[in-house]
């Protein structure tokens, strides 16, 4: 009953999201505020982690490529395909959920506990639309991110290959190219997007409607970092056997 | 004026609040007191509409509050002055900041004329020099001045504020008690004190409402709290020898 309780609430939190509007003036500043904190201050830990993450995919790949037979570009494309369909956009969430979502729980949660968030409703505001608005847009921007980390997984692979030896420049190249699916890059943004909602919604929820003190925005940040993992990795099998399917 | 008449609210099945029917005045201090326990804090959460109740009716100047729309909460919320126990300043903002905020949520002042009226109020409440201040730096009576200047910093009709006095050393308690009474007296505000400061009572307690246990045990104000032979509120006003010995010299003195 709890979990229906708790699913139900979250959806009446994201309709009253959009519930009696925050000034724009204001609301501009949030957004910027949250875009800086969110998707810029993220960029430096998706750079590192796909850079090295593509290094190891073309390493594991190429290592178990025993069979003469088997042509040496396929390291390119085995690396092009783990990081394009899963790594960037899946396994790279479940980073952020961790990073950006225990942030998004431990602020609001704070707020809730300091009584931030009762003076926000106090002054006549609607505090969902205040906190949580401006922080799922500022996410709309996250395939941006997750861009430039497809491209440094593919690029770590490249280095890895060249400065590791274990396929030729033009054999990863090659790799890269072959049968190039743009369908699949679509598929990885459309995840990426609905991944990016439930990153700034979840954690948000956990935040703002947590009980008690100090103690308890802990809780409120591992409980969420468990849940959004959850949900991301259950919407994962579902938009790919619903995109990708047969 | 609030009005509020037989308020109820309970808590999983356990009354909290059984039944309060009493009114608050404008332009006066009025103070709720009351054991811990008492439903105080409930109390004013249900005045100012953070928490539901199951019975009864609260009017701000006429207009019942749970037959009003969201939005006419809102807008009535926005005419609402309120300073927390833990003065609930924005941890991300300075001491300007947090004093222009509502003025920047719900006015379409320039902001020089905001600048001016942030300048006004900090120097109201004696903090003409911690405009660049973060909440963090401040003292804790700093933090509850700097709360009161941006509940007033709108104007408004209504003024709350919870446990005021809480943490602070005896001195810098009488000057926010002061402080709070003038605002009252000045902009003719609605002021409601969720307080157990003694002090306080006797200091500023214009209107005195005694809750126990859920009820209203007594009402009165600082005059007449002396003379009440009501023993629920002389067990609690009185509990310590010294107020026992005050209340003893008055009696005496306006035989």
């Known amino acids: 009953m709890t979990y229906l309780h708790n699913i139900g609430s979250y959806f009446l939190m994201i309709a009253e999201m959009f519930r009696k509007p925050t000034k724009w003036s204001v609301m501009k500043t949030l957004i910027l505020k949250d875009i800086d904190d969110l998707i810029i201050g993220s960029l430096g830990i998706i750079a590192f982690i796909s850079f090295f993450v593509g290094g190891v995919i073309t390493i594991q790949t190429a290592l178990n490529i025993s069979n003469p037979l088997i042509p040496k570009y396929l390291v390119g494309f085995a690396t092009r395909q783990s990081v394009i369909l899963e790594f960037a956009p899946t396994f790279t969430s479940i980073i952020m959920a961790g990073k950006v979502g225990s942030f998004i729980t431990s602020s609001i949660g704070t707020m809730r506990v300091t009584e931030q968030i009762d003076a926000l409703e106090v002054m006549g505001i609607n505090s969902l639309n205040y906190l949580v608005f401006p922080k799922t847009v500022a996410l709309m921007l996250y395939p941006f991110a997750i861009a430039i980390g497809m491209f440094l997984g593919i690029l770590g692979g490249m280095a890895a290959c060249v400065f590791g030896g274990y396929t030729s420049l033009a054999d990863y190249i090659l790799g890269l190219q072959t049968d190039f699916n743009a369908f699949h890059v679509a598929y990885s943004f459309v995840k990426t997007f609905i991944f990016a909602f439930v990153l700034a919604t979840i954690p948000s929820f956990h935040g703002y409607y947590m009980k008690g003190g100090a103690l308890e925005v802990g809780k409120a940040s591992t409980t969420s970092f468990v849940w959004t993992s959850v949900v991301i990795i259950l919407l994962n099998y579902i938009l790919t056997d619903m995109m990708l399917g047969q | ?255």
């Open chain 2, 1 to 255: 004026m609030i009005e509020v008449k037989n308020l109820h609210k309970s808590f999983s099945g356990v009354d909290v609040l059984k039944g309060i029917s009493t009114s608050f005045e404008k332009g006066k201090t009025n103070l709720i007191i009351g054991q811990s326990g008492s439903g105080k804090t409930v109390f004013l959460k249900c005045l100012l509409g953070l928490f539901e109740y199951e019975e009864g009716t609260i009017a701000y100047d006429g207009k019942i509050f749970s037959q009003l729309t969201e939005d006419q909460k809102r807008d009535l919320r926005a005419e609402i002055g309120m300073v927390f126990q833990g003065s609930a300043l924005f941890d991300s903002m300075t001491i300007a900041q947090n004093v222009m905020f509502p003025l920047q949520m719900f006015t379409n002042l320039s902001k020089s004329e905001m600048e001016d009226r942030v300048d006004f109020v900090l120097k109201r409440v004696n903090l003409d020099d911690a405009h660049g201040k973060m909440p963090s730096e401040a003292s804790g009576g700093m933090q509850k001045r700097v709360a009161i200047a941006r509940a007033i910093v709108n104007n408004p009709k209504y003024l709350f504020c919870d446990e005021p006095n809480s943490g602070l050393d005896p001195k810098t308690a009488i000057v926010i008690d002061n402080l709070i009474q003038e605002i009252t007296d000045e902009y003719q505000i609605t002021t409601v004190i969720n307080s157990h400061d003694m002090n306080s009572v006797m200091e500023i307690g214009e209107k005195i409402v005694f809750l126990k246990e859920g009820l209203k045990a007594w009402e009165g104000s600082k005059e007449t709290i002396f003379k009440t032979d009501n023993e629920v509120v002389t067990d609690f006003v009185y509990s310590s020898n010294l107020f026992k010995k005050v209340r003893k010299m008055y009696i005496e003195e306006n035989k």
